[in-house]
């Protein structure tokens, strides 16, 4: 594509079809001002220290909907091992990143996202997205063997993130008032996590696509691991777009669709996309924590009362949903609420 990249193929890849305006120049964008949340504050034996950090989370999950995770636990050793596995696998030759390519109807394996309708841009990047937690849900077909350390350094970095979940969304149910447990035990017998590993090449014409198209996630909690330094994630906040900054071995952390639904709209699902870049080629591992896909997921009942109506539908299998409105370029939490 990089060496074609001919009329047809371009159009494949513009941001609305037809459209070849520029758009703003990403430098001009302001950066992000949200709280960066230390995760060891928030387990302090001091309880000043840890209402404070409470509350600057507070804030960050009702304004933004994301924030900067700091001293979450995981070693920085094993975020740069992540990494470079990473950039391993996607600098090998092709026919070795085939052998994992994903079926046509499936998003696990390697490739790029489906895209249902001719209107809808595809996303300038390569993908390996992984169900990695449950272990029995492994799909070790599409794990690759190539670096051989590869699949051992997800699974310890899973089972970190797994952890930091943990404390994450307890924390968020005391901000709202609510027993430590309460949205975790909405995930039923045990979260379900997804990794999806994100290679964006270098882009000849970054002004007319997008690295990943405008979204939300549909996890209940999303983990990202940025490139080390080559930025491109934005965030939308009352119909501005925010420039990302990197904070080195921070855990980037977004509410996801699900999040949404259980605090009945209280904590908003972060709306992001990711710009290309023309000098330099990015890679992020995405942790996406959800409930257990059987469980019936909606309002938490102590969020809803007579002046809090519940504000959306109560739902099973919130993934098939996503996967159903996603390719079309369409926000699937719309068709849930009341």
Not at 107 to 124: A, F, I, K, Q
Not at 139 to 153: A, C, E, I, K, Y
Not at 156 to 173: G, L, P, S
Not at 259 to 268: P, R, V
């Amino acid at each position: 594509i990089l060496e074609t990249a001919g009329e047809d193929v371009l159009e494949m890849f513009t941001r609305e079809s037809g459209n070849r305006n520029l758009a703003a120049d990403p430098s001009a964008l302001p950066w992000m001002d949200c709280p960066v949340i230390d995760m060891s504050l928030l387990l302090s034996s001091s309880e000043g220290e840890a209402a404070e950090e409470l509350r600057k989370l507070h804030y960050a999950l009702v304004s933004w909907g994301s924030f900067q995770l700091i001293n979450h636990g995981i070693m920085e050793s094993l975020l740069n091992k992540i990494r470079e596995n990473s950039k391993e696998f996607f600098v090998l030759p092709v026919e070795e990143r085939m052998k994992y390519l994903r079926a046509p109807n499936d998003p696990e394996g390697y490739g790029n996202d489906t895209v249902l309708s001719r209107n809808v841009p595809h996303n300038w990047n390569d993908r390996l997205y992984l169900n990695v937690y449950p272990e029995d849900r492994r799909r070790l077909v599409f794990w690759p063997q190539n670096p051989s350390d590869f699949r051992g350094t997800l699974h310890e970095f899973t089972m970190k993130v797994k952890e930091v979940n943990e404390t994450i969304v307890q924390a968020m149910a005391r901000c709202l008032g609510l027993e430590d447990n309460s949205f975790l035990e909405e995930y039923g017998e045990s979260v379900t996590i997804q990794a999806r590993i994100n290679h964006y090449p270098k882009c000849p014409f970054p002004e007319l696509v997008r690295a990943s198209r405008t979204h939300s996630d549909a996890s209940a909690m999303t983990f990202l691991l940025q490139d080390k330094q080559v930025e491109g994630l934005q965030v939308l906040k009352d119909d501005n777009w925010f420039k990302v900054p990197i904070i080195p071995n921070a855990l980037f952390v977004n509410v996801g669709d699900q999040m949404e639904i259980m605090s009945n709209g209280i904590f908003k699902s972060a709306v992001h996309r990711v710009v290309a870049n023309s000098e330099k080629e990015r890679l992020s591992v995405a942790m996406f924590c959800s409930p257990c896909s059987e469980m019936e997921i909606g309002p938490f009942k102590k969020l809803v009362n007579e002046n809090q109506p519940p504000l959306y539908k109560t739902i099973k299998q919130y993934g098939q949903i996503f996967f159903q409105y996603h390719p079309k370029g369409e926000r699937p939490i719309t068709s849930m609420k009341i």
